[in-house]
């Protein structure tokens, strides 16, 4: 069965430096999805993709955060300058059409210090 | 605002016994409502959805859901637990009236079965 991939599973970084987080979504879908969990927390929306360009994104997703789908295949979430409350697991998800149920990817740990 | 309810953060029930977990929601408009499963060192595993039509929607692993419009409440229910059926289970909302795609998540509820 296809399943959303995500790379790395755990990164640890340095505060202000810039990471990105990868992830690979199952290959017909279109809508492409990233979210997070701080630790205890609900799991939040920070971005939507379709059709090459964002089509929606939360209050949390300032200018610090950017994402990009370099090729057929890829979809990536890049941190300019990481802060401490960074720190959370996440996800990547994606689905076919907008009306559909989303597939996550198992979560990529990224833990700021 | 949209926002979904789970008012249990832990359930607990023996092997073999019927379980229930709750979830309510609040949108402005018609919902989608979603479960998701998640074990440890996991993602988010959808179980099953409603979107329209019958109310009552059968998913994965025997799980199943209500959707009660006039009680705003989409419980997840299975008729006979099993021990390989504790783990965090999220429900979801989507607000159709709204162009938004992103789905607003409860804050879980831990479900732990007994041998």
């Known amino acids: 069965e296809p399943e959303v991939t995500q790379t790395p599973s755990h990164q640890v970084t340095q505060m202000g430096q810039e990471v990105i987080l990868r992830c690979v979504p199952i290959s017909n879908h279109l809508y492409f999805y990233w979210y997070r969990q701080i630790l205890g927390q609900k799991v939040e929306f920070l971005v939507s993709f379709y059709n090459n360009e964002i089509s929606e994104k939360s209050e949390i997703f300032d200018d610090q955060f950017s994402v990009e789908r370099p090729d057929g295949s890829n979809f990536t979430l890049k941190i300019r300058s990481t802060k401490l409350e960074d720190s959370a697991m996440y996800f990547c998800a994606s689905s076919v059409s907008h009306y559909n149920e989303q597939f996550f990817g198992p979560g990529t740990r990224l833990t700021v210090l | 605002a949209q926002s979904v309810a789970q008012p249990e953060d832990q359930v607990n029930v023996a092997e073999g016994n019927p379980l229930t977990v709750k979830c309510t929601y609040s949108v402005s408009g018609n919902p989608y409502l979603f479960w998701y499963v998640q074990y440890p060192n996991r993602g988010l595993q959808f179980l099953l959805k409603y979107i329209t039509g019958d109310n009552l929607v059968k998913g994965s692993y025997g799980f199943e859901a209500e959707f009660n419009k006039s009680q705003t409440s989409f419980h997840l229910k299975k008729p006979s637990a099993l021990v390989s059926d504790s783990a965090l289970y999220f429900c979801?909302?989507?607000?159709?009236?709204?162009?938004?795609?992103?789905?607003?998540f409860g804050s879980g509820t831990r479900l732990l079965v007994r041998p």
């Open positions: 979801a909302v989507r607000d159709i009236e709204d162009s938004s795609y992103k789905l607003i």
